[in-house]
């Protein structure tokens, strides 16, 4: 058992009880508050491996509690939204949340990526990996050498393809919203320009992926941005 | 088409007509003082512009026909008789008629624009009502669902450990919140009957001593571990109602004061008569509720601030059945401390 510490924020009784006892019963240890003020105090009091934060607070608002959080704290964070609230997940993730999880989620879709936050968490105060593997091992970006491999071959990408896969590999696993691949990748002037982005993803895959139709490396977050699945 | 209504009512032309016979009054005044009053006829432009900006084409054609018939009539040397053969009649009455269409046009113009403008704002005002009504459902809808979702998952799940108290205290919260789903369905079905009018109450005379004891005999596991006293005399005369509505009337107050004062608060149920209505109310001593936040409670999906897990439908649909009953109901101070909902029924 991982014994894990996880901050669980929720201003639903029922939600809390329920996250609770599933994750305790994974073997995290929780503690639960039910506003955003109570969540920012416990995490500046106390060690936490990771947050799991609602986005509808009755005081401060989910995405406020991330932009604050970040301020002085790489605690991951995975917030829990529902369907209709595509934008403010979005403005989450553009303030330094995580990951997200759609509700209604079931346990074991929220403990893989509550497992894999940390994982990345842990990752992360490592020094970056050279060389990111991912389809099986059939495709390698060397971020040393800057050489993109496909089946023992060299992939030939444009200097725009590269910078996007890069950025992607350097979060490799994390869900990266579109503004902020634009933003690091074309600069500020590009922010809205989804479309100018869809075309280099596009021809990205049509480089690496094995089955460009059915994407396994560049995964599509709908409404959201993309994710860079490793091995 | 309210504008045909404007053209064929009486009552603009009889109103245009008495400010041109003020205006006719004015001009004869103003000539009997020995005032020269060559453009006498701008004096008519009052009326017809009056008539013409505020009940259309019709009265401001009238209006400027009759100014200048009777002007003519009436100070036109000879007096007495029509001299519209004249040319400078003629242009005179050209010039109204045209100050009156052109008026009437501008004016029914601006009058569609605002009206426009008028039914956009009724049309953005009840969508953004309706979207705010819908994400509230949704909300309501969603948060039980995804606790019974990862509770039942969390049970699902191979590899997890869980001892028989963390197995009970699941299942619990998936029964209770079926139940909060199957109390919300009920909610949203008995407002939406009621918005519609749709839920006259068939009333019949009845006691409410024994509509009360029922209600707090059902409600028992909800009430499990509170003294619930109910105090009414044995003389409270029957009122006239709709026993399943004052049934849930009760149900809903009863259950508002056990989600949200904690266990162990105790519940007093009183009635009385008063005049002729009988007075029913539901006394916790709970918290209580600020004055300001009281009415606020009694809208379709506002909360209290212990967030509890209501319907957010309850006290809304409770004050529809009574109010459909010729009642009140309302939310006052309990004597010591609490709250009291209080409600009122016409005597049989």
Not at chain 2, 33 to 53: C, E, F, H, K, R
Not at chain 2, 127 to 136: E, F, M, V
Not at chain 2, 205 to 227: F, K, M, S, T, Y
Request: charged share 25%.
């Amino acid at each position: 058992m991982s014994g894990e510490r996880v901050l669980v924020v929720d201003d639903e009784p029922q939600i809390r009880r329920a996250l609770r006892v599933v994750l305790r019963a994974s073997g995290y240890a929780v503690t639960e508050v039910g506003s955003g003020e109570a969540a920012l105090d416990a995490a500046a009091t106390e060690p936490f491996d990771l947050m799991i934060l609602d986005l509808m607070l009755p005081d401060v608002e989910g995405v406020e509690v991330c932009r604050r959080l970040r301020e002085w704290s790489r605690l991951p964070v995975i917030v829990l939204s529902a369907h209709d609230e595509e934008d403010i997940k979005v403005r989450a993730l553009d303030e330094g949340a995580d990951d997200y999880v759609s509700k209604p989620f079931s346990a074991p879709e929220l403990l893989a990526r509550m497992r894999s936050a940390v994982r990345r968490s842990s990752f992360d105060s490592a020094p970056a990996e050279p060389v990111v593997r991912a389809a099986d091992g059939e495709v390698e970006i060397d971020l040393a050498r800057r050489v993109v491999m496909r089946a023992g071959e060299e992939v030939h990408l444009t200097p725009t393809e590269y910078d996007l896969l890069r950025f992607m590999a350097s979060q490799a696993g994390r869900v990266i919203t579109h503004g902020h691949l634009l933003r690091t990748v074309f600069g500020d002037g590009y922010v809205d320009a989804n479309a100018v982005l869809r075309v280099h993803v596009a021809s990205l895959r049509k480089k690496i992926e094995p089955d460009p139709g059915r994407p396994r490396i560049i995964l599509t977050e709908p409404g959201v941005g993309y994710r860079l699945r490793v091995d | 088409m309210p504008r045909i209504l404007v053209k064929t009512s009486f009552g603009p032309y009889v109103v245009a007509l008495l400010a041109l016979l003020a205006t006719f009054i004015v001009v004869g005044m103003l000539e009997s003082t020995g005032i020269d009053l060559p453009s006498a006829i701008l004096l008519y432009l009052v009326p017809i512009v009056l008539a013409a900006s505020r009940w259309g084409r019709g009265p401001a054609i009238v209006t400027a026909v009759v100014s200048l018939l009777g002007h003519d009539l009436l100070f036109v040397e000879p007096r007495g008789t029509f001299n519209v053969a004249r040319a400078d009649e003629a242009l005179g009455l050209v010039l109204l008629l045209f100050t009156a269409l052109l008026t009437a046009q501008l004016a029914d113009g601006a009058r569609r624009g605002a009206e426009t403008a008028r039914d956009a704002a009724i049309v953005r005002r009840s969508d953004a009502l309706k979207t705010a009504i819908l994400r509230a459902v949704t909300h309501n809808l969603r948060t039980p669902l995804a606790s019974i979702k990862a509770s039942v998952s969390g049970l699902r799940q191979p590899g997890a450990t869980y001892s028989e108290a963390d197995r009970a205290d699941l299942l619990a919260e998936i029964e209770e919140e079926v139940d909060r789903l199957d109390r919300l369905v009920t909610n949203l079905l008995d407002a939406s009957r009621l918005e519609a009018g749709g839920l006259r109450p068939s009333t019949h005379p009845q006691d409410l001593r024994e509509l009360i004891a029922a209600v707090v005999d059902r409600l028992a596991p909800r009430l499990a571990g509170r003294a619930v006293r109910v105090d009414i005399p044995e003389d409270l005369p029957p009122v006239a109602c709709d026993y399943a509505q004052i049934d849930q009337v009760v149900t809903n107050l009863l259950e508002n004061a056990a989600l949200h004062t904690p266990v162990g608060t105790p519940i007093t149920l009183q009635a009385s008569t008063q005049r002729d209505a009988v007075r029913v109310a539901v006394v916790d001593g709970g918290p209580g509720i600020p004055e300001v936040e009281r009415e606020r409670l009694f809208r379709a999906f506002e909360r209290g601030q212990t967030r509890a897990p209501g319907t957010g439908l309850g006290l809304t649909i409770a004050r529809g059945f009574v109010e459909a009953h010729g009642g009140r109901l309302w939310l006052e101070d309990a004597p010591e401390r609490g709250a009291r909902f209080v409600f009122t029924l016409p005597a049989a």
